[in-house]
């Protein structure tokens, strides 16, 4: 790399370490390229990024940023997944990591908290973004059905008392 791509690599990482809603570090030694571009179009489905950056310039580009905690699990091959949704890339990368044991999770960051991987692990579990609309919609609506139901029976109940009763006078 030249020094103007050096440069401009690190302008663009801090960006993104500015903007990331959850940034996760790994250790990817031993892992093959088809297992790498299967966990980076994994990422890329979900809506997050995987990039392999040199440690000297992922350091540098952490200065001035939320995240600068985390400068210190730069060592050895590393890899960083990121996503604006703060759930996104740890559930990906924890769902990733299940299947291959090459990955470590080493911790990672989100705003100003830094996290080891215990955190980025109970950070996965957590319901994402749009789950959590979804179950309070779900909240919202379940009211709703359950005074159309109220409102309803009455009249089910009448029905059935004039159907009891014209079976009454058919029979006798």
């Known amino acids: 790399m030249e020094r103007a791509e050096k440069r401009e690599f690190v302008t663009e990482l801090n960006e993104v370490f500015k903007a990331s809603g959850s940034v996760v570090v790994a250790r990817y030694a031993g892992v093959t390229v088809a297992q790498m571009n299967d966990f980076r179009s994994k990422m890329r489905a979900a809506g997050g990024t995987v990039k392999v950056a040199k440690n000297r310039l992922a350091k540098i580009a952490l200065q001035g940023t939320e995240s600068e905690g985390i400068t210190d699990l730069f060592k050895g091959q590393t890899l960083i997944a990121y996503s604006t949704d ?3 890339a740890p559930k990906v990368v924890m769902d990733f990591v299940k299947g291959n044991d090459k990955i470590v999770v080493l ?3 989100m705003g100003t908290t830094t996290l080891d991987a215990e955190g980025v692990k109970s950070l996965a579990t957590l319901p994402s973004l749009d789950e959590l ?4 919609l779900g909240m919202i609506q379940t009211p ?4 159309a139901g109220v ?5 089910a109940q009448l ?4 159907a009891a009763y014209a079976k009454k006078d058919e029979a006798a």
């Open 151 to 155: 409102v309803q029976a009455p009249a």
């Open 159 to 162: 029905a059935r008392v004039f």
């Open 107 to 109: 911790g990672g960051a």
């Open 86 to 88: 703060p759930i996104t």
């Open 133 to 136: 609309r979804a179950k309070l």
């Open 144 to 147: 709703a059905t359950r005074i």
